[in-house]
């Protein structure tokens, strides 16, 4: 058993291999190249700009309040024979997160139990999970989950950059054959 590269989804039969990198299906394997780019990211731009958007603005609420980084919320809701749970990952401060994190916790609280056996063994977990985040401290560096968010935007950013020029350099081009 193993997890997409691209977006953690456990990868239980099909999906693609390129490069020893596992993906889910074609959506996420089309994202190989910008997972490459990522890990070329060199460690010294990573973590300027990790603390530059740790120290900035809450993407949520647009305070300034605590440090950005991921924060993950847990959810579990059922019904008889149906359980459903899920994590959600956010980027934002740590006010923001600790809110997240106390909704997750009610609802599942409110949401969970209804279902058996899933819901009763579920429910305790999902909560404990909330529960736990919050009353862990603001992380003191970047967490592992953040850096890695940051590479994928910092590629992402190098190939917007990169096929910028190449439109321009086309354009100009053409403007010279015009002439
Ligand atoms: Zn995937
Ligand atoms: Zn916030």
Redesign the pocket.
């Given at each position: 058993m193993s997890e997409c590269s691209y977006c953690g989804k456990t990868v239980l039969f099909g999906g693609r291999t390129i490069e020893k990198r596992r993906y889910c299906g074609a959506a996420c394997a089309s994202r190989h190249g910008l997972l490459e780019l990522a890990d070329q990211v060199p460690h010294d731009v990573l973590r300027k700009h990790a603390q530059a958007w740790r120290a900035g603005a809450?993407p949520?609420?647009r305070?300034n309040?605590g440090p950005v980084d991921v924060y993950a919320e847990h959810r579990v809701h059922s019904f008889v024979l149906i359980t459903q749970w899920r994590s959600r990952r956010t980027v934002?401060?740590r006010?923001?997160g600790r809110l997240c994190q106390l909704r997750g916790a009610l609802y599942s609280a409110a949401l969970g139990w209804w279902g058996f056996p899933w819901g009763l063994l579920v429910t305790p977990i999902q909560i404990a999970r909330n529960v736990a985040g919050m009353a862990a401290r603001a992380p003191e560096q970047p967490t592992p989950s953040f850096e890695r968010l940051v590479r994928l935007q910092l590629a992402q950013a190098h190939l917007r950059q990169r096929s910028k020029v190449r439109i321009a350099s086309v354009a100009a081009g053409e403007g010279v054959t015009h002439r």
């Amino acid at each position: 058993m193993s997890e997409c590269s691209y977006c953690g989804k456990t990868v239980l039969f099909g999906g693609r291999t390129i490069e020893k990198r596992r993906y889910c299906g074609a959506a996420c394997a089309s994202r190989h190249g910008l997972l490459e780019l990522a890990d070329q990211v060199p460690h010294d731009v990573l973590r300027k700009h990790a603390q530059a958007w740790r120290a900035g603005a809450c993407p949520k609420c647009r305070k300034n309040a605590g440090p950005v980084d991921v924060y993950a919320e847990h959810r579990v809701h059922s019904f008889v024979l149906i359980t459903q749970w899920r994590s959600r990952r956010t980027v934002c401060c740590r006010r923001c997160g600790r809110l997240c994190q106390l909704r997750g916790a009610l609802y599942s609280a409110a949401l969970g139990w209804w279902g058996f056996p899933w819901g009763l063994l579920v429910t305790p977990i999902q909560i404990a999970r909330n529960v736990a985040g919050m009353a862990a401290r603001a992380p003191e560096q970047p967490t592992p989950s953040f850096e890695r968010l940051v590479r994928l935007q910092l590629a992402q950013a190098h190939l917007r950059q990169r096929s910028k020029v190449r439109i321009a350099s086309v354009a100009a081009g053409e403007g010279v054959t015009h002439r």
